[in-house]
């Protein structure tokens, strides 16, 4: 009998190592890029960050001191946390309204960190961000719009996500509060590595899942 109970919690430890964290989550929808987004949408030298949008509204300064990228990728042994120290951005807000704002991010893939050193050195090379080649990610806004069967703060965003010289369009469920002192957007949704031209070359892409955890936490302060 005690030799049964421990397999079986070794099995069952075993099992939540190799649970997929995107499983429960939303993936994100993805679509080609809006018709004004200045990045070409493959994976080649030509391929730009999305441009800054002038702001029409109360710009408010997204930093890596205020906000947070991070993500979660996995494989069949288990999963790594990470994420990216340096960014900069805006959220427009416009008349105090969510639905009538803009969010643009500008991610230095150079900053990226993991859990693990030597992973960090890994996801830094041509096996995945290849920051050397594609130094800046972007993502802006395209629309914004209320999901008040969610609740009164629950947003769908979409917007052209620029990553490893490929930009996509991409849909996400976000909450978005815009209160006196600050604006925040949180989200957690799982986009396909492979749509972005991630690829680890090889057999052992077969070992890596695809779909990668995105969390996002953007906290603007409001000028006084």
């Known amino acids: ?19 997929d964290p995107a499983a429960n989550k939303t993936k994100a929808t993805v679509n080609e890029p809006s018709a004004n987004s200045n990045a070409a949408g493959s994976n080649t030298a030509a391929a730009k960050p999305v441009a800054a949008p002038a702001v029409k509204g109360e710009g408010l300064a997204i930093s890596g001191d205020n906000s947070k990228v991070e993500f979660t990728g996995s494989k069949v042994t288990g999963k790594h ?13 416009v008349n105090g309204k969510a639905a009538e704002s803009s969010v643009w991010v500008e991610i230095d893939t150079t900053s990226v960190y993991s859990d693990d050193e030597k992973l960090t050195g890994h996801l830094k090379s041509k096996d995945f961000f290849e920051v050397e080649k594609f130094p800046k990610a972007s993502f802006k806004s395209t629309k914004i719009e209320a999901d008040t069967a969610k609740g009164a703060d629950a947003y769908t965003v979409t917007g052209d996500f620029d990553l490893h010289g490929v930009t ?3 849909s996400f469920p976000a909450t978005i509060k815009a209160g006196a002192d600050s604006v925040e957007v949180d989200a957690e949704f799982s986009i396909n590595r492979k749509d972005f031209g991630i690829v680890y070359a090889g057999q052992a892409d077969n070992l890596i899942n695809d779909l990668v955890v995105i969390k996002l936490n953007l906290k603007a302060p409001r000028k006084k």
């Open 81 to 93: 946390e990470g994420g990216f120290k340096a960014l900069t951005g805006t959220i427009d807000l």
């Open 1 to 19: 009998m005690k030799y049964l109970m421990t397999a079986v919690i070794g099995v069952s430890l075993f099992a939540a190592a190799c649970a």
């Open 168 to 170: 996509k369009s991409i």
